[in-house]
């Protein structure tokens, strides 16, 4: 599975053997910038225009943690349990 995030601050995931969508989730409300694995693959980190860094667990997308900074966030980084955020 390939997970793009969009202008639209929605992410997709997309199947590779097929090359057709199998999920799209709206999580932000600007455009999603970065998307991060973290935590042995059980959750991931997103980063937006819109200022916000989420952190949404698999399979469900359901948010743990939203993170309002009142400026864009452009990049992420994890480490385990550790997540490093740039503007």
């Known amino acids: 599975?390939?997970?793009?995030?969009?202008?639209?601050?929605?992410?997709?995931?997309?199947?590779?053997?097929?090359?057709?969508?199998?999920?799209r989730r709206m999580i932000h409300k600007g455009s999603v910038n970065d998307i991060k694995l973290m935590d042995g693959k059980n959750y991931f980190a997103t980063c937006s225009a819109d200022g916000s860094i989420k952190i949404l667990n698999l399979p469900d997308f359901d948010t743990v943690?939203?993170?309002?900074?009142?400026?864009?966030?452009?990049?992420?980084?994890?480490?385990?349990?550790?997540?490093?955020?740039g503007s």
């Open 1 to 23: 599975i390939i997970t793009t995030g969009l202008n639209d601050g929605s992410i997709t995931g997309i199947d590779m053997r097929s090359n057709c969508p199998i999920y």
């Open 65 to 85: 943690l939203d993170i309002k900074t009142g400026e864009m966030v452009f990049s992420l980084e994890s480490s385990e349990d550790v997540v490093l955020a």
